[in-house]
């Protein structure tokens, strides 16, 4: 069973069972993911094991250390996995990788949102396991694809990475075996396409000049919660970022959270905005998706640290919050889309394409050793376009 799944049914109150670590492990997992770290208490994991909270700490020293071992755990069983694939061509790579995505469900949402929370140290030895996958993920497309170069064979495979690890973020779900399919059917579009030779095309300036208190605090807080994490910036940064002691932010916001909802509420607003512009210029349902790839891309590229607030932060707003309801209608217009192109797609099945072309351009967006990759924004571009077919 995977560490995962979330199917395992928690013993009776007062027994011991011997797997007890690995359920409590798995409920917290499931936790974390769905409800964000900092917003997931000791008591809320033993509650979903089934005992109280003094056995909890039977096992772990505290919360950092549940989240580090469920993270570690999961890169554990993700490094055990990897010699499998030495020997497969690339349809049965890709297999290989989206079962062991699958098996390994949270591990993306959890490393990418929730590690933030670990010490230093913790982090250094979890990243020391992401890059030993990275790289072997790397040398096995140059193996399966010599003629690219190693920065193009590098963006591929993360990209690949990318477009799988997708299923992290959402709790979408098709039966196993239609959902391994699909995967891999998508690993596949990444790992055999042909990067574009042509030189990379001049982005939209979307960028305004920021003027006004609120305007400057915004901007100052978007980088804080893209690289720190909501729960860890307080409103003495977001002061400080912008040169005022802490409580005079409040002079412009009601609290943290409501900046949080405007800066989410500002980039809803420039991502609808180019939806609109694509289904008004568009010729035909090819066109009108590329156009909204394309410009989720640039927007992506270009502002990375909004992207990444407005995939990571929103699990923090409140559940009524517009925020969360214009992220919805959003995905929502861009699954239309798909499906008016490919009318045999399911609502599930083309959201999960939609998520996976999202999360390549918000991973490669934050990955700066990519930047330098020739023709990065047009092969990000070509990618997204190829796990939407």
């Known amino acids: 069973m995977s560490t995962f799944a979330g199917t395992a049914t928690p013993p009776p109150r007062g027994t011991r069972p011997g797997n007890r670590r690995e359920l409590i492990r798995?409920?917290?997992?499931?936790l974390f993911a769905r409800h964000g770290y900092a917003n997931v208490a000791i008591s809320d994991i033993a509650a979903a094991v089934n005992v109280g909270p003094s056995a909890i700490y039977r096992h772990y020293a505290g919360k950092a250390e549940v989240l580090y071992d469920v993270v570690d755990v999961a890169l554990e069983h993700t490094l055990a996995s990897l010699p499998a694939a030495?020997?497969?061509?690339?349809?049965?790579?890709?297999?290989?990788?989206?079962?062991?995505?699958?098996?390994?469900?949270?591990?993306?949402?959890?490393?990418?949102?929730?590690?933030?929370?670990?010490?230093?140290?913790?982090?250094?030895?979890?990243?020391?396991?992401?890059?030993?996958?990275?790289?072997?993920?790397?040398?096995?497309?140059?193996?399966?694809?010599?003629?690219?170069?190693?920065a193009r064979a590098e963006l591929l495979a993360m990209c690949t990475l990318a477009a799988?690890?997708?299923?992290?973020?959402?709790?979408?779900?098709?039966?196993?075996?239609?959902?391994?399919s699909l995967l891999a059917e998508l690993a596949l579009r990444v790992l055999t396409l042909?990067?574009?030779?042509?030189?990379?095309?001049?982005?939209?300036?979307?960028?305004?000049?920021?003027?006004?208190?609120?305007?400057?605090?915004?901007?100052?807080?978007?980088?804080?919660?893209?690289?720190?994490?909501?729960?860890?910036?307080?409103i003495d940064d977001i002061g400080a970022a912008v040169g005022i002691a802490g409580p005079s932010v409040y002079n412009h916001f009601p609290s943290k959270h409501d900046i949080l909802a405007e800066a989410m509420k500002r980039g809803h607003a420039q991502l609808s905005a180019d939806l609109l512009a694509a289904t008004r210029q568009g010729s035909d349902p090819d066109d009108v998706l590329r156009r909204v790839t394309n410009s989720y891309v640039d927007l992506a590229?270009?502002?990375?640290?909004?992207?990444?607030?407005?995939?990571?932060?929103?699990?923090?707003?409140?559940?009524?919050?517009?925020?969360?309801?214009?992220?919805?209608?959003?995905?929502?217009?861009?699954?239309?889309?798909?499906?008016?192109?490919?009318?045999?797609?399911?609502?599930?099945?083309?959201?999960?394409?939609?998520?996976?072309?999202?999360?390549?351009?918000?991973?490669?967006?934050?990955?700066?050793?990519?930047?330098?990759?020739?023709?990065?924004?047009?092969?990000?571009?070509?990618?997204?376009?190829?796990?939407?077919?």
Not at 207 to 230: D, H, M, N, Q
Request: net charge positive.
């Open 301 to 389: 590229l270009d502002q990375p640290d909004l992207i990444a607030t407005l995939i990571s932060e929103s699990v923090h707003l409140n559940l009524d919050s517009g925020g969360r309801t214009a992220q919805r209608a959003y995905i929502a217009d861009w699954v239309t889309l798909v499906r008016a192109r490919n009318p045999a797609d399911f609502p599930t099945v083309a959201r999960i394409k939609v998520q996976a072309a999202q999360m390549v351009a918000n991973d490669i967006a934050r990955a700066p050793a990519l930047r330098r990759v020739p023709g990065l924004r047009a092969t990000v571009r070509e990618v997204c376009w190829a796990l939407q077919q």
């Open 86 to 150: 030495a020997e497969a061509d690339l349809p049965g790579f890709a297999r290989i990788l989206a079962a062991n995505v699958l098996d390994n469900r949270l591990v993306g949402v959890l490393w990418q949102r929730e590690a933030r929370e670990l010490g230093e140290a913790e982090r250094a030895r979890l990243q020391k396991k992401i890059r030993e996958i990275n790289r072997w993920f790397t040398a096995e497309v140059t193996t399966r694809r010599p003629e690219l170069s190693p």
């Open 194 to 234: 042909d990067p574009p030779a042509d030189p990379d095309p001049e982005p939209a300036t979307r960028r305004k000049r920021v003027t006004g208190r609120p305007e400057r605090l915004l901007e100052a807080a978007i980088p804080l919660f893209a690289r720190k994490g909501y729960a860890a910036v307080s």
């Open 164 to 180: 799988l690890t997708s299923v992290s973020f959402h709790r979408l779900t098709l039966p196993r075996p239609q959902f391994d």
């Open 26 to 30: 798995e409920a917290a997992a499931a």
